[in-house]
T-cell receptor
């Protein structure tokens, strides 16, 4: 039973346009959400996060939106660059003492020059 | 230069053998984690440790074992009981589990069982 779902395994976007990556979750106890970026044969690197008490967090070209009522979050990248081509994972943290992360299956973003 | 190191990057083993994957961090983080990644799937938690000499099973602990004798080290042993051990293994650490701290990942070890 996947608690964090990324329903689009891949996304292609033209350079300079907006990339929108989506993530849905089912556990209403998640209180913190993160996006990671991963290149092949490397470990994921942290990109941006958002607390459940907010609905938007922005960092340069990256913005994460959280819609708690819909249990949905999205990552916007504007403008998209070829170097953004990677697999993007969303992750959610539980509110228990261990605060484990639950990851989605990832979306492969390809930014075309 | 702080970070997380995993060795080796590629590892091959024969079926039926145990193998230990190394994970070291010099970030002074309290918590450490092991994940595995399979094609088309997200990262799944194998084991985690919040403090030295203590660790807990994650979602897919069967066939794996860990130890946490030192703060900076969290080795993972893949035993012969693990039915499908070929995967990409990732180690991570975080300052602690009690606040909003992201996890930092190592470069990973790709294990292939021949």
């Amino acid at each position: 039973d996947q608690q964090v779902k990324q329903n689009s395994p891949s996304l292609s976007v033209q350079e300079g346009r907006i990339s929108i990556l989506n993530c849905d979750y089912t556990n209403s106890m998640f209180d913190y959400f993160l996006w990671y970026k991963k290149y092949p044969a490397e470990g994921p690197t942290f990109l941006i996060s958002i607390s459940s008490i907010k609905d938007k967090n922005e960092d340069g070209r990256f913005t994460v939106f959280l819609n708690k009522s819909a249990k949905h979050l999205s990552l916007h990248i504007v403008p998209s660059q070829p170097g953004d081509s990677a697999v993007y994972f969303c992750a959610a943290r539980g509110s228990g003492s261990a605060r484990q992360l639950t990851f989605g299956s990832g979306t492969q973003l390809t930014v075309l020059p | 230069d702080g970070g997380i190191t995993q060795s080796p990057k590629y590892l091959f083993r024969k079926e039926g053998q145990n193998v230990t994957l190394s994970c070291e961090q010099n970030l002074n983080h309290d918590a450490m984690y092991w994940y595995r990644q399979d094609p088309g799937q997200g990262l799944r938690l194998i084991y985690y440790s919040q403090i030295v000499n203590d660790f807990q099973k994650g979602d897919i602990a069967e066939g794996y074992s860990v130890s946490r004798e030192k703060k900076e080290s969290f080795p993972l042993t893949v035993t012969s009981a693990q039915k499908n051990p070929t995967a990409f293994y990732l180690c991570a650490s975080s300052p602690g589990t009690g606040s909003y701290n992201e996890q930092f990942f190592g470069p990973g070890t790709r294990l292939t069982v021949l």
